[in-house]
Every structure is written in C-alpha cells, then in structure tokens.
T-cell receptor, first 110, second 114 residues
Framework: QKEVEQDPGPLSVPEGAIVSLNCTYS??????FMWYRQYSRKGPELLMY????GNKEDGRFTAQVDKSSKYISLFIRDSQPSDSATYLC??????????FGKGTRLSVIA | GAVVSQHPSWVICKSGTSVKIECRSL??????MFWYRQFPKQSLMLMAT?????????EQGVEKDKFLINHASLTLSTLTVTSAHPEDSSFYIC??????????FGQGTRLTVV
C-alpha cells in the first residue's frame, strides 16, 4: 500500500460546480497536511495548510482532515475555468520531506 | 504566502556541460530545501533534501556526484547538473521550508540538454 493515495482523474466538472478532491494515507504519524495547485509547466502553489485534524476555510476553498479515517479532502466552491489544474495533496510527520499524492487533474468547463 | 524564487526558469545546454539552478527564499529563512524532478504528467520525484550548513541527503537512485547540491545559507540553495546528457532533460523544482511549517515551491526550471 502506498503511503498516500490520490485518484489521478481526470475530473471534469461544469463551471460553478462544487469540486471534491481527496486523499487517503496509511502513516498515522502524519500531522501536517497541505494541498497544492499546479498549472502546467509551473511550480506547485500552496492552497491550504492544516495541522492535525479539523477544517480550514479560505475563500472558495475548504480543507478537511480526518485523522481517525486517514482521509483528507479539499472542496472548491463555485469552480471556475481558472481552477483547471492538477491538485496535489501532501503530508508529513514533522521535519521530514513531504509525501505527495500523484495529483488529480481537474478541468472546469465553461 | 511566502515567496521562493527559482532561476533560471528555462535553460538549454549542450551535452557534457554543467548547469546551475538557484533557489532563493525571499521572505523567510529556509532551514530545509528540497529538490524535485518532474516528468510530464507525473508527480514530483524527490531528489534530495538539504539542511543549511549540512550535506544534502539524496534519495535512492539519485547520483550525488551528478546532481551537486549546495545549501550555504538560510536563503539560498543551488543544484548543479554536471556533465549533462539528454536524459537529464526534465523539469526541476525546488521547495523551501522553515522547520515543520508548510513548504513553498519555486517556479521550476525546464532543462533541455541537446
């Protein structure tokens, strides 16, 4: 079993839809959870950072962490064509390298 | 968010030459920097981790003599691809982090070896 599992998609939704992205993981030591957005030929851009369990909201984005289920989610409300990108989940247990999911390709169709 | 500047954004070099890529954290002190390689439509592949003032820790299968990493200060790390060959052509991305906080990425460098 891989440390972090993420459905690669592609995921295609109409503009304005709510998008749900998620990752599961196996390492119970993970405490730091991140979501990144990566456009083609660009470096990943940090969207959300969460420590331990709970929810965090920033504009149209909401991150959820359920450590008991080893499951994290990113919700995008009112999705826009500019949200079309690859979304990567990442996590770590402390001062260790981030472990990434393989990324989910999202297309928001106008 | 914090800013990590990576330079150059793209470079073309001749086979056998060396190329240096710089990664700077502009508004925070990066206690740890990471270097990744990414092939088209694939996820990030960690090459090495470097802590300021220490030797880099390379991932299995990454040649340390080919990919020289220097992290001489809390704001600068460099990756030098030595004796580059066409198979080294790829997208290289750095990431910087202060202790256990979130990591920020540079814009990436597209290397083409001809």
């Amino acid at each position: 079993q891989k440390e972090v599992e993420q459905d690669p998609g592609p995921l295609s939704v109409p503009e304005g839809a709510i998008v749900s992205l998620n990752c599961t993981y196996s390492n119970s030591a993970f405490q730091y959870f991140m979501w990144y957005r990566q456009y083609s030929r660009k470096g990943p851009e940090l969207l959300m950072y969460t420590y331990s369990s709970g929810n965090k909201e920033d504009g149209r984005f909401t991150a959820q962490v359920d450590k008991s289920s080893k499951y994290i989610s990113l919700f995008i409300r009112d999705s826009q064509p500019s949200d079309s990108a690859t979304y990567l989940c990442a996590m770590s247990s402390g001062n260790t390298p981030l472990v990434f999911g393989k990324g989910t390709r999202l297309s928001v169709i106008a | 968010g914090a800013v990590v500047s990576q330079h150059p954004s793209w470079v073309i070099c001749k086979s056998g030459t060396s190329v240096k890529i710089e990664c700077r954290s502009l508004d925070f002190q990066a206690t740890t920097m990471f270097w990744y390689r990414q092939f088209p439509k694939q996820s990030l592949m960690l090459m090495a981790t470097s802590n300021e003032g220490s030797k880099a820790t390379y991932e299995q299968g990454v040649e340390k003599d080919k990919f020289l990493i220097n992290h001489a200060s809390l704001t600068l790390s460099t990756l030098t691809v030595t004796s580059a060959h066409p198979e080294d052509s790829s997208f290289y991305i750095c990431s910087a982090r202060f202790q256990n906080t979130e990591a920020f990425f540079g814009q990436g460098t597209r290397l083409t070896v001809v």
